[in-house]
């Protein structure tokens, strides 16, 4: 959506892709995350279809849940704590975009999407790598430890 102080007033159809294609920015970050800190970031380090396979591996309503677990989120550091959180509220919204007819936006509302996303993002880039591969590991891998 262009940030352009058109005078246009944005259709709700455009609204609505935008939160969708926001919260997917924040699905494919974790996806990144986890095939690169699991598997290797570097493309001559690492075999591609595990990579893929890695990536892959993220289930949305599986990493939600994840993200929802306020115990084992609270153990993160904020960067990481925040982004799931932004994370849960994104996916929400997206569910509303996609599948309510009746959901409405406006401009300014979907901006600051788009603004926090990307702040969260940034945010969880700065986290270390320690913590970023235990969130990759929380997301991915089926937790027995009881």
């Not at 599986?62 to 849960?88: G, H, L, Q, Y």
């Not at 401009?107 to 940034?122: F, M, P």
């Not at 991915?140 to 009881?146: V, Y």
Request: glycine residues 4%.
């Amino acid at each position: 959506m262009a940030r352009s102080g058109g005078s246009r007033r944005p259709r709700q159809s455009d609204l609505w892709r935008a939160v969708s294609t926001t919260y997917y920015a924040l699905f494919h970050h974790i996806c990144r995350n986890n095939a690169d800190l699991l598997i290797g970031g570097k493309s001559e380090d690492r075999s591609y279809l595990a990579w893929r396979q890695a990536y892959r591996s993220v289930n949305h309503g599986r990493a939600r849940k994840a993200c929802e677990n306020r115990t084992m989120m609270s153990r993160f550091p904020t960067e990481i704590e925040d982004f799931a959180n932004e994370f849960v509220q994104a996916q929400i919204k997206r569910h509303d975009a996609d599948y309510d007819p009746l959901a409405s936006y406006t401009r300014s509302e979907v901006l600051a999407e788009i603004d926090t996303a990307e702040a969260v993002i940034g945010s969880f880039r700065n986290a270390s790598l320690k913590d970023s591969r235990a969130f990759a590991a929380w997301i991915s891998l089926t937790n027995r430890s009881r």
